[in-house]
């Protein structure tokens, strides 16, 4: 393995909660990030923990008008999604039908892991 030096993350220029990888991934954020940065304290003081950070991170990054229009994408959980048999398709992460069947492991967390 070939050590090479790691450019330093660049930090969020309204908050100190987000480092970004670029200025190129800072840009591409900054349309749903502005309002995380907001509302971060709020979240912190409500006792939310990092898996709220990462739902409204989620859930901000689109348009109500597109859930609406893909509603029918979120009626019903299938914990197989993104795999296929023959295991050529890529899993892709930004996929919000692969975010949606997730499994969430939601019986075995605590009442303080769940907020």
Known sequence: HVSRPCRPPLPCTTCTRAL??????????????????RLADFFL???????????????SQKCVQWFRDNRDMFQHHDERSGESKERKDAYV??????IFNLVTHHKEMGTNEKF
């Open 45 to 59: 003081s409500a006792g939310m923990n990092g898996i709220c950070f990462v739902a409204y991170t989620l859930i």
């Open 93 to 98: 992460s930004s996929d919000y039908r692969n």
């Open 20 to 37: 970004f990888c670029n200025l190129q991934c800072r840009d591409q954020a900054l349309p749903y990030h502005k309002y995380e940065c």
